[in-house]
Every structure is written in structure tokens, then in C-alpha cells.
């Protein structure tokens, strides 16, 4: 019980904890090309490690909140679903075993169907529709943005493309 109390503000801190190290690792890589770019190989680094010091500080501000209003008489455990749990552990498992043979725009839409089926709520209808439309959406972009806007190669796999 007394976990629970300060669960959001352990987080918190180390969410900052991680944000310190990922700071300093980002601060020892090693940059080559033009000198004096204002966008480089560290940029998104230092961008995504000042975003984790800011929401890892509110995580922390909003636990000691939490944890100062905790009423321990009215708490009531979360049932953990460990289930659920597993079968999105296994699913990332097929993903990376597939993603070179098979190629990213295939296994990406299966990987991202079958995880909102998997995700959605039980007592709630499945709108497989959505699902597939939204797999269908954000694999393609994906794909045509590292392929074509960063220049980059996705895994292609059965593609000829």
C-alpha cells in the first residue's frame, strides 16, 4: 500500500534519472559532417531528452501532489491483465522475426491491426474497418516518409519496390 502512494512520484524520478543519463550519453557522441550545422546527428537527442526532464519533473510535481491527497482507506488495487500483456509481448516478438523476410509494410499493418484488436477495450464493439484503414494509413506514410522524404531503407522484403 504504501507503494501505491508514491508510485507516481518513484516514476517521476526515474524518468529523470533516465533523462540525466540519456543527456549525458547524447553530449559524448561522437559528430561527423559540417561543423556548425544548427541540425545534426545530436539534435533530436538533446530535443527528446529536455522532453523527458519536462515530463519526468511533472510526473514528479504531480506525485508529491498525489501522494499529500492519497487516501489509503479508499484505494482499490488495479486488476493487472497479464494476458493481454503477453500476447502484445508476443506479437512485438513475431514483428521483429518477420520484419526482414516479409518487409515493413506488411508486417507493420498486421503488427498495428492486431495490436489495436488486442488493445480495445473487451466489453466494447472491435471496428475492424478502423482498424485496417488506420494500419493501411500509417504503414504506407511510414514507409514513403523514410523511403522517400529521409532517404532511408525500410526492410522490403517481398516488395519489389
Do not use: H
Not at 63 to 68: L, Y
Not at 78 to 95: A, G, H, M, P
Request: with cysteine.
Amino acid at each position: 500500500m504504501k507503494f501505491s502512494k508514491y508510485a507516481n512520484l518513484i516514476f517521476g524520478c526515474l524518468v529523470l534519472a533516465f533523462a540525466a543519463f540519456y543527456f549525458f550519453q547524447t553530449t559524448q557522441m561522437v559528430v561527423g559532417g559540417v561543423k556548425d550545422a544548427v541540425v545534426d546527428a545530436q539534435f533530436v537527442p538533446y530535443v527528446l531528452s529536455v522532453l523527458m526532464f519536462v515530463l519526468g519533473g511533472l510526473q514528479v510535481v504531480f506525485g508529491i501532489r498525489d501522494s499529500a491527497r492519497f487516501n489509503e482507506g479508499a484505494y482499490v488495487p488495479e486488476k493487472s491483465d497479464y494476458k493481454t500483456v503477453v500476447r502484445i509481448l508476443l506479437l512485438i516478438v513475431v514483428y521483429i522475426a518477420l520484419l526482414v523476410p516479409v518487409g515493413f509494410l506488411f508486417t507493420t499493418m498486421a503488427f498495428l491491426f492486431l495490436a489495436f484488436s488486442i488493445l480495445s477495450p473487451a466489453g466494447q464493439k472491435r471496428k475492424y474497418v478502423q482498424y485496417v484503414i488506420i494500419a493501411l494509413v500509417t504503414s504506407t506514410s511510414l514507409y514513403f516518409a523514410f523511403r522517400s522524404g529521409l532517404d532511408l531503407m525500410l526492410p522490403q522484403g517481398i516488395l519489389p519496390f
